[in-house]
């Protein structure tokens, strides 16, 4: 059976559409699928990925304290109270300045509000001192 090809586009003058090959087409499907399901997941995997980062950066302490030792069950309760008790410490230590942050909030927000207003931008208030300057010189 012979199978009679045209001519490129020579019965409707028309050029024919170009064909997506179908792997290509469910690629492109699959990854906006992955990117959608990561997305509306990230409320979950966000604090699961940091807590396999803390498990990889306090393995090592975990592991000297049994060489040393300590029990299994009590190394890690030394390390888990260790953590809080640094972030704890560390909220404590920035009190002071999350203080004054959240009173100058409002002050910086509408700042913000103005220069956004006034088309200057982002950068509008960083920009216009440097170009001060380098007028001045």
């Known amino acids: 059976m012979a199978v009679h090809k045209r001519a490129f586009g020579s019965v409707t003058g028309r050029t024919p559409a170009p064909s997506v090959q179908p792997h290509v087409l469910l690629s492109i499907i ?3 699928l992955v990117v959608a399901a990561l997305w509306s997941a990230q409320v979950l ?6 807590a396999a980062l803390a498990v990889c950066g306090l393995e090592p302490l975990h592991r000297r304290l049994v060489k040393w030792h300590v029990p299994r069950a009590l190394s890690a309760a030394l390390i888990v109270i260790s953590v809080v008790a640094a972030l704890a410490g560390s909220g404590w230590g920035l009190r002071k300045q999350t203080t004054a942050f959240m009173n100058q909030l409002p002050v910086l927000t509408q700042r913000l509000r103005d220069a ?3 088309g200057q931008g982002a950068f509008g208030s960083t920009v216009q ?3 001060q300057a380098a007028n001045d010189l």
């Open 45 to 50: 995997l966000i604090p699961l990925v940091f």
């Open 116 to 118: 956004i207003r006034d």
């Open 30 to 32: 699959t990854f906006v």
């Open 129 to 131: 001192p440097v170009q």
